[in-house]
Nanobody, 127 residues
Framework: QVQLVESGGGLVQPGGSLRLSCAASGRTFSKYNIGWFRQAPGKEREFVAA????????YYADSVKGRFTISGDNAKNTVYLQMNSLKPEDTAVYYCATDRLPRRLPPPVGANEYDTWGQGTQVTVSS
């Protein structure tokens, strides 16, 4: 059974940057898409980005395109989310998750299509 642990969240000023990490143990990512989602207070969990290990392709929500970059390190079994030009509306708890089915392209954007979740890491963008 795979376990995911997110890290790297914190408080940052608008315009700043953070890099989130999602480390997996118990199973390699190799066949499964990995997604990043976020949930702000009172809002539904929303798709942020996903990476396909099968193709190496990355996918982004329109709200973060051009500012966030998802990448993966196969040797470390870790996925990263580099977040630049952060805005107050990016404030949320960020989660990583594994696609419930292998090798789907493009990766799904619905949270219910992901079956293993980390505990989340808080990102707060405020001056």
């Amino acid at each position: 059974q795979v376990q995911l642990v997110e890290s790297g969240g914190g408080l940052v000023q608008p315009g700043g940057s953070l890099r989130l990490s999602c480390a997996a143990s118990g199973r390699t990512f190799s066949k499964y898409n990995i997604g990043w989602f976020r949930q702000a207070p009172g809002k539904e969990r929303e798709f942020v980005a996903a990476i396909s290990w099968a193709s190496g392709s990355a996918y982004y929500a329109d709200s973060v395109k051009g500012r966030f970059t998802i990448s993966g390190d196969n040797a470390k079994n870790t996925v990263y989310l580099q977040m630049n030009s952060l805005k107050p509306e990016d404030t949320a708890v960020y989660y990583c998750a594994t696609d419930r089915l292998p090798r789907r392209l493009p990766p799904p954007v619905g949270a219910n299509e992901y079956d293993t979740w980390g505990q989340g890491t808080q990102v707060t963008v405020s001056s």
